[in-house]
């Protein structure tokens, strides 16, 4: 019998748990199908090595004690979706480039670990007619069809800490700390952490805000005799009178006032709001580096023990997923360009605005 060759690739940014995943999908295949019956074709930076044919075959031993390891042992690339389908200046055809690649590489299956991008191209090539099954990784925790994506918890757990921290010498220096924290679209980890570190106020893209009431909200807790804040804001958060502007429209304005985020743009307008001294922190992508934490070893390694369990049914064309606290696969085509936002009106939210948290609306 013919050995079953399984490609894996990690694309988009990277995160906490990718390794715990890779680590997961080849020592239950070993398990599965006998050490000499598989053979793992690491494929390297995501997309791009299937492109250009950069691949090799692993040995059992290298998916040892990378279990605890950050980053990802395959290197990662971001390829965007929306190029894929596009001949560029180097002339390569994208999509035929990756079905050779895989056709040269006799692979059996594809699994793809990453984001929306990747889950956008996995579906396209499953459309293509190759085996794939995606995986689902992010520390925006964006991804639709599953609970919880892995990368996500890891990366809560930093930025609460980020807020432990900025605590101790905001109160110190009776100051506003403003903290800038990664999501782009979606602000589930600025919603976490922001209610896991005690944030008093949390901004997130799905809830544009209004300074005033930011402002206000501060202000109330200076004449309760607070002498210090904390403001939690997402990446992609915005104002209402940015959100109603299209995305492009926002960028454009936003480079000619040579921003790319609203952080800092609001942490003046609230130290001129409060008269409070004000500082902002941007921990950026030291939320995305370390070592996983148990809860995401534990999910990364149920959802590679999952993946190796659809390669034996040959059951393709889906992304694994947490559905309900159970595992499970939602269809790539299902999950494929949706994105998974913080519900204004969910449980979450509700908790903190009960506690008196302003989300500036
Ligand atoms: O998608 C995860 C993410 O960490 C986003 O929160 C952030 O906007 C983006 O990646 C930044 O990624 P990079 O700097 O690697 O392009």
């Known amino acids: 019998m013919a050995k079953k060759r399984i490609g894996i690739l990690t694309s988009g940014g990277d995160c906490p748990g990718l390794n715990a995943t890779i680590r997961g999908i080849a020592k239950a295949c070993y398990e599965k199908f006998g050490t000499d019956d598989v053979q793992i074709v690491g494929i390297q930076n995501g997309y791009y090595g299937l ?69 956008k191209t996995a579906n396209l090539l499953s459309e293509e007619g190759l085996n794939v099954i995606g995986l689902p990784k992010t520390i925006d925790n964006d991804i639709f069809g599953t609970d919880v994506t892995f990368g996500f918890h890891t990366a809560v757990d930093i ?50 805000y209004e300074t005033e009431k930011i402002v206000s909200a501060l202000n109330k807790r200076t004449e309760a005799g607070k002498s210090f804040s904390i403001v ?58 370390g070592s996983p934490s148990a809860y995401d070893r534990l999910l990364a390694t149920k959802f590679g023990v999952r993946a190796a369990e ?13 559905i309900n606290s159970q595992i499970g696969e939602n269809p790539l085509s299902d999950v494929a360009g949706k994105t998974k936002f913080v519900d204004p009106k969910c449980a979450d939210v509700i908790t903190a605005k009960r506690l008196g948290v302003s989300f500036g609306d």
């Open 310 to 322: 659809l390669i034996a049914k040959e059951k393709y064309g889906y992304s694994v997923a947490l």
């Open 232 to 289: 939690a804001v997402a990446e992609g958060a915005y104002d209402v009178k940015e959100a109603e502007l299209k995305k492009k429209e926002r960028a454009k304005r936003r480079a000619e006032a040579g921003i790319t985020t609203i952080t800092s743009t609001l942490a003046a307008q609230i130290q001129k709001g409060t008269g409070v001294e004000t500082r902002v922190c941007t921990p950026g992508h030291m939320l995305r580096g």
């Open 51 to 119: 492109i250009n044919n950069i691949a090799r075959e692993m040995e059992p031993y290298e998916f040892s004690g990378i279990l605890t390891q950050g980053g990802t042992i395959l290197g990662t690339k971001r390829q965007p979706f929306k190029m894929m389908s596009v001949i560029e200046a180097d002339n390569v055809d994208k999509v035929k480039s990756m079905k050779k690649t895989y056709k040269d590489l006799k692979l059996d299956c594809l699994l793809t670990l990453g984001g929306n991008g990747t889950h």
């Open 159 to 208: 930025a609460t800490d980020v807020i432990d921290r900025l605590h101790t010498t905001a109160a110190s220096h009776s100051r506003i700390l403003v903290v800038e924290i990664m999501g782009n679209k979606a602000g589930w980890l600025t919603l976490y952490s922001g209610i896991a570190g005690g944030a008093d106020v949390i901004v997130i893209p799905e809830i544009p």
